[in-house]
């Protein structure tokens, strides 16, 4: 049974720092791809950064110079670096995890930022940057 649990969100001011981070658990090969995807009320989820089993990181353009994505295989964790926050990134957070396909490895129609490939959700938390 894979479970995926987000942890580190909160109240920030704008310009501030958030670190979010994802533990994994009953995960092998059908979770090495992972993204991070957030959706605000009344908008569609939206994918931000995503990491293939070869490490190499993605990023959505809108947060591209602000977001560092990054896993520790060891310890079986997603994390999300946040910098320079902006009130419009207030939204609930989800990680995500999917076996790694060429798809998602080439990011093909940006599939790696596609909510629908990717079979495994954590219940996601809450950052709000008040301005």
């Known amino acids: 049974q894979v479970q995926l649990v987000e942890s580190g969100g909160g109240l920030v001011e704008s310009g501030g720092s958030l670190t979010l981070t994802c533990t994994v658990s009953g995960s092998g090969y059908n979770t090495e791809c992972m993204g991070w995807f957030r959706q605000a009320p009344g908008k569609e989820r939206e994918g931000l950064a995503a990491?293939?089993?070869?490490?190499?990181?993605r990023y959505a353009r809108s947060v591209r110079d602000r977001f560092t994505v990054s896993v520790d295989a060891a310890k079986n964790t997603l994390t999300l670096q946040m910098s320079s926050l902006k009130p419009e990134d207030t939204a609930t957070y989800y990680c995500?995890?999917?076996?790694?396909?060429?798809?998602?490895?080439?990011?093909?129609?940006?599939?790696?930022?596609?909510?629908?490939?990717?079979?495994?959700w954590g219940q996601g938390t809450q950052v709000t940057v008040s301005s």
């Open positions: 995500a995890a999917t076996m790694c396909t060429r798809r998602l490895i080439t990011n093909i129609g940006l599939a790696a930022f596609s909510r629908d490939e990717y079979r495994y």
């Open positions: 990491v293939d089993d070869d490490g190499k990181a």
